[in-house]
């Protein structure tokens, strides 16, 4: 009664872009830069998606850019205008090399006929599994097919199968216990990683053994399950199987021919994954104080050699020279938690809040000045100045951002060459900038909505 999942499903790994800071657009990007809905296909982030459900349908937070057509056929749009904005920016680190290209060398090395377009063809789908599992092994199920990213496992059934009876064989307790015991827990923290193509391999229910009257059962179970209750993480020593989920388990079980009871299957299924968990957490205690100790050497050195270069101009005065500045600010920098900015007709609504709630600034203002008040937190200033001029705001912004996307280059090329090694690139990144003071954001094309400013730091 089982076979390979294989058999009853094809398993892709979800949308892989290989820029996301390119490819993957914000509504506030699409608005500042006007891109055509047509050159926008909505994708799913795994934070996007409820790991409390099974039924998927989340509103999207990202849209895949995907345009294929020739710049001649492009004119005047706003898909160019963002093709145009971004083409020279650094590019995501090349972690194999450590070199530092712009988006378009890096695109255009990846080969296709236009370097903005993606490389992958975007499809979309029913069921999706999580590529990590730490105690909930249930699939994401969309009634209306979803494009998802790579953290996430697509799963589309073979010819003569319904993805729901795929999604019915990978809510049952069997499937998490064939998840947990071929699994490999080599993720960090006792995650359980299920690689697409090892999936691929994993024994599940065979679908197609079962009569017709047998998969509408199999079917109609599921469902039961997946409109009633909410997926169970096996990480919980409290965790108990609903009386749907027992119902379709102890349905699966008298159809496999085993003597072997919900219960035991409960109980294994627990014990493996409270086990795997145990251990990780065991060993995370001994590696994590060294692990912390290293990226903040490393972030230390690399701070130290960058900051000379960081105080040689500040912003915005420094790119303003000459010029009236009227507006001044004293902002307390450490007690800022939340900078929120809204883009309307040229003009920006900007507030700052401090870590009690409270507005600090609150305005409306033409869009240079507002996103230079912002850029300036950002980048540490707590006592600037600034005009009221859009023009020369305007002016300012532009010199600062060039200027500050090549301190970006300098400190992915210090983490390109630091010998600390991969897998910590992101913390070391985190780490260097709060070394600094200066925000991660401070020098991206287009500021989000709403930026926090309590990231956690391993300085103290």
């Known amino acids: 009664m089982f076979v390979e999942l294989s058999s009853i499903a094809r398993a892709s790994l979800g949308y892989k872009s290989l820029q996301n800071n390119f490819f993957y657009l914000n509504q506030p990007t699409i608005d500042t830069y006007g891109v055509e809905k047509k050159y926008l296909t909505p994708i799913l982030m795994l934070r996007d998606l409820n790991g409390r459900a099974y039924s998927q349908s989340p509103p999207p937070s990202l849209w895949l850019f995907n345009c294929k057509d020739t710049k001649a056929d492009l004119r005047g749009t706003g898909a160019l205008r963002y093709i145009d904005a971004m083409a020279d920016r650094s590019a995501a680190d090349k972690k194999q090399t450590g070199k530092n290209l712009t988006i378009r060398e890096a695109l255009e090395a990846q080969g296709g006929s236009v370097w903005y377009a993606p490389k992958a063809r975007p499809v979309a789908h029913n069921v999706w599994l999580r590529k990590a599992f730490d105690g909930v092994f249930s699939p994401l199920l969309f009634t209306k097919p979803a494009l998802v990213d790579q953290r996430c496992n697509s799963l589309a059934p073979v010819a003569g199968i319904d993805w729901q009876e795929v999604a019915a064989v990978l809510t049952c307790s069997l499937f998490a216990y064939s998840l947990e015991i071929n699994g490999s827990a080599s993720m960090g923290a006792g995650a359980l990683e299920a690689p697409t193509t090892k999936l691929r391999d994993y024994p599940v229910l065979n679908v197609a053994k079962l009569k017709a009257a047998e998969r509408a059962k199999l079917v109609a179970l599921a469902q039961d399950v997946w409109s009633s209750e909410q997926p169970l993480d096996w990480s919980k020593p409290e965790a108990t199987p609903g009386p749907k989920l027992r119902a379709l388990d102890d349905w699966i079980m008298k159809r496999t021919g085993r003597n072997i009871t919900v219960a035991t299957l409960y109980r294994d299924i627990q ?175 287009t500021l989000p909505n709403q930026i926090s400013l309590a990231a956690p730091s391993l300085a103290g």
């Not at 980048?379 to 010199?399: P, V, Y």
């Not at 210090?414 to 200066?438: F, K, P, Q, V």
């Open 271 to 445: 014990e493996v994954c409270l086990s795997r968990i145990a251990v990780a957490a065991d060993k995370g205690k001994k590696t994590k104080k060294k692990h912390s100790e290293n990226i903040g050497g490393v972030a230390e050195s690399i701070a130290k050699a960058i900051r000379p270069k960081i105080q040689l101009r500040n912003f915005p005065e420094d790119f303003v020279r000459g010029e009236i500045l009227d507006m001044n600010f004293n902002i307390d920098r450490r007690k800022v938690r939340t900078i929120n900015v809204s883009q309307l007709l040229g003009t920006y609504d900007i507030a700052i809040i401090d870590d009690a709630g409270t507005k600090i600034f609150e305005a409306t203002l033409p869009s240079p000045v507002a996103e230079s008040i912002a850029r300036s937190v950002l980048w540490g200033r707590s006592d600037f100045s600034l005009s009221s001029d859009a023009k020369i705001m305007n002016r300012a912004l532009s010199e600062f951002l060039k200027w500050a996307v090549q301190i970006e280059k300098n400190v992915s090329t210090a983490i390109a060459e630091s010998a600390l090694g991969t897998g910590y690139e992101d913390a070391l990144r985190r780490e260097i900038y709060a070394r600094l003071g200066i925000h991660p954001l401070a020098s991206v094309a």
